[in-house]
């Protein structure tokens, strides 16, 4: 078995141009259209007029059609009256043309008419040519009507027609193939159900998302196996035909069933193979037959942001379709970024306007996280030259949202519950107001409201002293601040165990049993906090819990963790067992309410969610899911 | 005849108002559509995960997988062995399934191999589930994918796929049908000559691409007569079929042959009749049987506004798609822009950057001009309490390219030649940097420039003492300035004339002729200067040419003229009069200049017109036009 490594990794600046300068001037040449449905697409030749528009003297109002010279002296001592009968004046309508010998039009608000329409008085003079539409007053045969470039626009086809060219000659959309390849993808069309070991092919459905966005026609092969020879003659096919860009999808990292770097080079050339961006590292530029052909990265952040790096430019270069730079705007870091020096690094951000100005806080890294890139309003990028970017810092963003509706988005930080989705779905589906909620914990919510960075913290942090919920964790943390504290719902906690609960978990003192191991929350989340509280009503020590040590974030990465059989029981909410299929042995219930700066309350965001939250049908579905109580939703505890 | 006059006219904002709360609940439903297709649609129901992603626990690096326990204690002092051959360790690749048994993953670059494979050395431990991507990383199964209203990406795509969502429910593309009416109207797909008369349909190709830039499906029937009963018919059909929306243009004004608003007042209700902007005054806005039927203008500017402001905004709301706001700019505005009270009105304009500040200037007025759309890069509100802006003043512009266009735009103003049609061809073919010409006159130019409000100014102005062109006028209106003046052509002027010369034009003594009547250029045109100059030169006064007086403003419009028959010959440039195939009788030579200000020079932008004007090429084509000479283009004059 052969090991690959990457050959001298480039930046992505030098991969960039040495790309570029290879294709510098490929295109997918002409072709003549219908100028009909030319919108969208780019002149390849300067557009002369055939025709002038107006090609007739035409009336530019409703009126009636005169000599001018007929109206001289007309006024209100002494009005003219025109015989109509007799042909002085002519009825005619917006954009008719001026019958011979006539040289002006008079509004017909400006005409008083005899009952019979025989006559008519007017009390102003018209010059000549006065309210007509001239030849050629607007385009004039022979006349540049756009350069070469020019990117066609909807009035620009009416220019078009208007100027007698039925068809335009422009630059034809570049045809693209993407070739999907791993023994282990299979066709979500396909199957029904997935085979354990299995992935659901996706990458090529995103990069020809992507190609058709930037104006490719795409055709898409059926998925080919981790096979030298198969690869081989699929790309070999690919580039022998009509594609003018082909994509190969993955297999251009250095694992061993890597065939695409070493194809690429035997039929061709290696132009790049690594570049030192993340995600995206494991690009291959090359080049056959004076074809492009890009192997992709199979993390599907990876392909989406190599694609995004070397692909959209190469489609929109080759059509002389403008690459709109990014929307940028300046933001405050809300959490430290770390970040290896020598790569640049694309991190996806969740952003929103605090006061005056924007604020911003990652998602987690990983190129295999789709959700990151769904999730995401905006990237940060960290040159390779850096070593990550500091809390409190000013970062430039790059917008992948409307700027107004970044500004618009309700940051929602702490611990999350699915009721947080659903008020999500519900401002959707009323509301300009997007909600953007990161997970980190409980503790981590209010200190996110202390740091300023976020509208809304979800909270259940328990107060074993007092029993009550998160009051005393406001006053601890916040005390400089206005808080206020509002109910969202009553959910219960449990045991989220195999199916079955075959270990016949029951209780909290289960868990110093030596059969069983227990998958704990962070310290600093609301259910740590609560099975610290039980463990003590029980009388039992941290240390008599095997597993107390192992920490998940997340309810659903503990259930995870017991679904894989890693542990066997982890308390959560009912939701994230259902989720999947585990059993659940409730073992209380909690409060989890959301905490809000005062001075928030007043923002129609805000306004919204409070809105939703005391509706009736909100309350309905929550209830409907299970593990919920809404008996006090609503109600305001500081 | 019956002559109809508006119903009470609405602003804008209360025919938005009113037209949006009919059909404010209004859409074309929902539909089901394949997940690889769905990017650009918007979801009418949340989507949740049926799969988790990962769905196995699987390699996140290319390596080999181990037990962690059998790495502990590794370093660089004591190595450990791993036997590959028993299965100790088991080589994978990125993705693929973690075998059962084993826990972590140790990157192959980690990894000592020996020759045959067989073994291999580790000199760091590895912790469990490191290097391994868990199930549900990324998506657990049950979770909110996307809320409704969402607007999938390409990203989304991956994400509905992996989490095993084949389709998605998502709102239907509305529906939209467009009756273009009007009995001159002619389809120029389906005539190779246009009668005298009539009229090229082009409305409705516009409305078609604006309506699918909005998401519409559309369909355009064939041009229908102004008859009040095949109106009728054909508005009954559109209504009765699956159309979501009907628009017929036009007949949405006041005159005889305006039957539109009588039709849908029989057949349903009109709820807006005339909207107090202009372009776009003559819009009706009505229902039938439930479904929104619009009226829209005829003219084509009138037609593009009044279905930007009502027609796209109902079929993006139809679908939930956001409705993006306009970017704006500030801007210094370089002319008195008066306007009528009463009215909002939407003025094209040409914008660019000079200095540090974005400079405007506005294009013509005319609903019927279509090339103030298609040369216009912003557009310019002035509200119905205003009558005008004045020059100097500070405007918000509502941009139609991107900023960075803008910017990068060369603004040329003063008089037109032809050849600044080639430069920004040019310009397009091989550069960012597009240039926009407003054509004012030499003088304009000049004045233009002596205000700040242009890069480049086109001028011809002869001074009669000296014999010279623009030294003496840039010297006298420009002193304070540092000029550069720059030699674009030599060029012919002569009279345009009738096909034939029928009326023996020969000299500018012939203008002096009883029989003759001329046609002038404005004053300040270095055309007018030049025939002053001939006149004084032949002896004669202004007063023995009939139409000395009469004055048009481009060279085009005086070709126009003449070929109207409303006068006999008018001096101009070669080009002009073979656009209209007109006759030339050459009557002297000029030289055409740029005047750019020496700040100018260094820009990239000027850099790049200057290098274009010195090419061959450029030179070659210039002379392939007739009529001029390059024997000191690119010439520095000052």
Not at 423 to 432: A, F, G, N, Q
């Amino acid at each position: 078995m052969k090991r690959k490594i990457y050959l001298n990794m480039q930046p992505l600046a030098e991969a960039n141009s040495c790309f570029t300068q290879q294709f510098s001037q490929y295109s997918a040449n002409n072709e003549t259209i219908a100028s009909h449905g030319a919108s969208g697409r780019v002149t390849a030749k300067p557009v002369t007029a055939r025709l002038s528009s107006p090609s007739f003297h035409g009336a530019a109002m409703d009126g009636i059609a005169v000599r001018a010279a007929d109206s001289f002296g007309a006024s209100d001592e002494s009005p003219v009256t025109l015989d109509i009968t007799s042909g002085q004046a002519v009825f005619i309508n917006t954009g008719h043309p001026l019958p011979d010998g006539y040289d002006a039009v008079i509004m017909i608000e400006h005409v008083l008419l005899a009952n019979d329409e025989t006559t008519g008085i007017i009390r102003a003079p018209v010059y000549p040519w006065q309210n007509v539409r001239k030849v050629g007053e607007d385009i004039v045969a022979t006349e540049l009507l756009f350069p070469s470039n020019h990117l066609i626009t909807p009035p620009d086809v009416a220019a078009l027609l208007t100027a007698g060219c039925p068809e335009v000659e422009v630059w034809k959309r570049p045809r693209i193939t993407i070739i999907p390849t791993g023994s282990e993808l299979v066709d979500l069309r396909k199957c029904s159900v997935i085979a354990p070991g299995k992935t659901i092919e996706s990458n090529s459905a995103v990069l020809a998302a992507l190609a058709r966005n930037a104006g490719a026609d795409v055709s898409v092969t059926p998925i080919i196996k981790d096979d030298y020879a198969t690869i081989k003659k699929h790309l070999k096919q690919a580039v022998a035909s009509d594609a003018d860009v082909v994509v190969i999808n993955a297999g251009s990292s250095a694992g061993s069933a890597d065939y695409t770097v070493q194809i690429i080079g035997e039929l061709g050339q290696v132009l790049v193979h690594g570049v030192t961006i993340m995600p995206g590292k494991p690009t291959i530029l090359g080049k056959i037959d004076n074809k492009p052909v890009i192997g992709s990265p199979g993390y599907p952040v990876s392909a989406i942001i190599s694609f995004e790096q070397f692909v959209v430019p190469l489609l929109k270069k080759m059509q002389e379709l403008e690459q709109p730079l990014p929307i940028t705007a300046r933001a405050v870091l809300g959490r430290d970024i770390p970040s290896r020096g020598g790569i640049e690094e694309f991190r996806r951000m969740i952003s929103g306007r605090i006061g005056d100005h924007l604020v911003t806080v990652p998602l987690k890294k990983g190129a295999g996280a789709i959700t990151t890139l769904t999730r995401a309003n905006s990237i940060l990028r960290i040159p390779a030259s850096s070593e990550g970017e500091t809390r409190g810092s000013d970062v430039q963003l790059e917008l992948l949202r409307p700027r107004k509706q970044i500004e618009n988005t309700i940051l929602c930080t702490g611990s999350h519950d699915l009721c947080l989705d659903i008020i999500h779905d519900y401002l959707k589906k009323s509301s300009p107001y997007p909600m953007a909620s990161t997970h980190v914990g409980s503790l981590g919510g209010i200190l996110a409201v202390r740091d300023e960075m976020t509208h809304i913290a979800g909270s259940h942090l328990l107060d074993p002293e007092s029993g009550d919920y998160n009051t005393s964790y406001v006053r601890h943390y916040l005390e400089d601040k206005d808080i206020a504290l509002i109910t969202l719902v009553h959910r219960q906690q449990g045991f989220m165990v195999q199916p079955g609960n075959p270990l016949r978990i029951k209780s909290i003192k289960d868990l110093a049993r030596d059969d069983i191991t227990f998958i704990n929350r962070q310290a600093g989340s609301g259910t740590r906090v609560l099975l610290d509280h039980e463990l003590r009503k029980a009388g039992l020590e941290a240390d008599a819990v095997s597993g107390y040590n192992l920490e998940e974030y997340t309810h659903m990465a503990v259930a995870v963790s017991v679904l894989a059989g890693k542990t066997d029981a982890g308390l959560g909410i009912l939701a994230a067992a259902r989720a999947l299929s585990l059993d659940f042995v409730p073992v209380t219930e909690e409060r989890y309410d959301l905490i809000i700066p005062r001075d928030f309350l007043d923002l129609p965001s805000i306004q919204q969610v409070l809105s939703i939250i005391s509706s009736d049908e909100f309350k309905k579905t929550v209830e409907a899911m299970g593990g919920y109580s809404t008996r006090e939703t609503g109600n305001q505890i500081l």
